[in-house]
């Protein structure tokens, strides 16, 4: 089964990963970077080019509050992890995940991204305090 989940699509968890895991289902888990504003780099002055989907998806309906609750997140991030880390890390804690599908641009995001799955699931207490960022967002023009 492959589904869109990680620290803000938390949705999964209800239903289906319980049911996968009671019909020993594997997941592979989409956007752990919800379409890259985990990954550390966005603000609000955040501009993709013409033609790249993001410049309609990240419209300012979206940006504004979507960076607003990344840096909420941050007062959660450990000192010594970065966002990236965090968030990919979050979503391969989860028994039922089996693999992550991550989108990366350069050489040193794979090599970045594989070292974080070597760290093993996130401790039981962060994953807690991950749980209160849940968004479940509503379907608007935008996400078209």
């Not at 752990?32 to 990954?39: A, N, R, W």
């Not at 990344?70 to 990919?88: D, G, W, Y």
């Not at 970045?112 to 960022?133: K, M, V, W």
């Amino acid at each position: 089964m492959q589904v869109i989940y990680n620290i803000f699509d938390q949705a999964p968890e209800d239903e289906l990963f319980p049911l996968c895991r009671e019909l020993n289902i594997g997941v592979i888990a989409r956007v752990p970077l919800d379409e890259g504003s985990l990954g550390g780099n966005m603000t609000l002055d955040t501009k993709f080019p013409e033609g790249d989907w993001r410049a309609r998806y990240f419209c300012p309906e979206n940006l504004v509050p979507t960076i607003a609750r990344v840096e909420r997140l941050k007062q959660n991030l450990p000192p010594s992890m970065t966002l990236p880390e965090l968030a990919i890390r979050f979503v391969l804690s989860h028994p039922v995940v089996s693999t992550t599908i991550v989108g990366m641009r350069k050489s040193e995001h794979v090599a970045a991204n594989i070292s974080y799955s070597d760290q093993g699931p996130l401790p039981a207490d962060l994953i807690a305090e991950l749980r209160h960022h849940r968004w479940d967002r509503r379907p608007a023009h935008w996400s078209d």
